[in-house]
């Protein structure tokens, strides 16, 4: 399939069919209501399929399916060895199935098809296997006590999972949460985005294949204001996981006080900084990668690095390799293989984007880029957008875009880059280029961040923690540390006559 053209893959997507109904309780079901919504192609604007608009009613029936199989242990008690083979055959099933859940990514929410097909979707899989292999290979412990006494902590499951995920990275974002919330036990209310819903449907019907129990892994698709909120305040969820904006983590954490005092893992808004050294030998790897690290996935990337520092000395020049690059990534059909950006994911996120990039030719100095455009006459399109000398003070240097803009900052000394590149309420990720190794230590050390690259932009596996500081959220997904937050600690005590 990486050899497939354009034709080949519009052939594909035309046969495609789309699973439009919620999954609750093993089966998929109409919304109670018998509301639906469509899901629409930002790249051409055609309605994809209806979509169930699930409501508090809906919630309340997936929670109360996966409160039933968590009590009776269908899948919180089974052998780890046992859900290892469960979810190890669910990653099986999601390489089985790549091209289409690939499809319904790009299709559904814009992306390129070449960078679903090579990274979201191999690495959805990847996430799961990951996790199940990771299912009996994390110990519990035995306290140090004296003669008389045995202690054990164990790490047990919460109960009922609530997942709350966002439209940029679809498939991946719900791995993230489910993946590791599964194999520490719980089951499963996965809220997709609306802009993007359908690959969480799809990847629930392969869970049931794969032998995942019913009642263990429901997804209701709806709107925020009422499915999420339905998640967030309902007092039979253990756990919410959310990623998305700032002020909607905000939202979740106050439904928690009006809850049941609910754990909420947030992970949320991003304005990552690039610091670009003049002592940085390849600065064409640099560009490469500044470029890269704004506008791949149309900069809806929430550790998207959109405000680059470049030392003065090297600005000028630095900035025209960023030119040419933005220059050769115009946005095209994300089915066309030659496509170097894709659809932003739906009108309103287009006109937010073009509110800012509007505001800002007001104030910065516009070196590419800066219009909407269209493909064949539709869809959903912005040019990558590079605005020079912007003033650390302005919106495009401060609020997060989410889209394909870039703000450049000149800096005359390190001290400097450090304390704008910290200014800011958020703390995601951050990046460092240096061939000095002293300097290399010495800023990462310094800067607030969850993630610090140095020499790259946004590394990321399933090896490592991914969250933020500060209004980034506290919650952190990937690694043996997502089990932190799905599990709790619980000591047994045991008395004995020694």
Known sequence: ??????????????????????????????????????????????????????????????????????????????APGDRK???????????????????????DMGKLITDAVTVDAPGSAHFFQWYAEAIDKVYDEVAPTGPGDLALVSRVPLGVVGAVTPWNFPLDMATWK????????NSV???????????????????????????????????????????????????????????????????????NLKQVWPETGGKSPNLVFADCEDLDAAADMAAFGIFFNQGEVCSANSRLYVERSIKDAFVEKLIARAQAMQP?????????????VDEKQTQGIMRFVEDGKKTANLVTGGDRVTVEGKGCFIQPTIFDDVAHDNPLARDEIFGPVLSVIPFDTEDQAVTMANDSVYGLAASVWTDNLSRACRVSDRLMAGTVSVNTVDALSAMTPFGGMKQSGFGRDLSLHSFEKYTALKTTWIKYKA
């Open 85 to 107: 083979a469960v979810m190890l055959k669910l990653a099986d099933l999601i390489r089985d199935n790549l091209e289409e859940m690939a499809l319904l990514d790009s299709l």
């Open 178 to 185: 489910a993946a590791a919330a599964l194999a520490a036990g």
């Open 332 to 344: 095209g059909d994300p089915l066309d293989p030659a496509s170097k950006m894709g659809a932003i």
């Open 189 to 259: 209310a996965l809220k997709p985005a609306e802009q993007s819903p359908l690959s969480a449907l799809r990847l629930a019907e392969l869970a049931a294949e794969a032998g995942i129990p019913d009642g263990v892994f429901n997804v209701v698709p709806g709107f925020g204001a009422t499915a999420g909120q339905a998640l967030g305040l309902h007092m039979d969820v253990d756990c919410l996981a959310f990623t998305g904006s700032t002020a909607t983590g905000k939202l979740f954490m106050q439904y928690s006080g009006q809850s």
């Open 1 to 78: 399939m990486l050899d497939y053209s354009h034709d080949d893959w519009k052939s594909r997507a035309a046969g495609l069919s789309f699973r439009g109904q919620a999954f609750i309780d093993g089966k998929f079901v109409d919304a109670a209501s018998g509301k639906t919504f469509d899901s629409i192609n930002p790249a051409t604007g055609s309605v994809l399929t209806p979509v169930a608009e699930c409501d508090a009613e809906d919630v309340s029936r997936a929670v109360t399916a996966a409160r039933t199989a968590f009590e009776d242990g269908r899948w919180s008690r089974m």
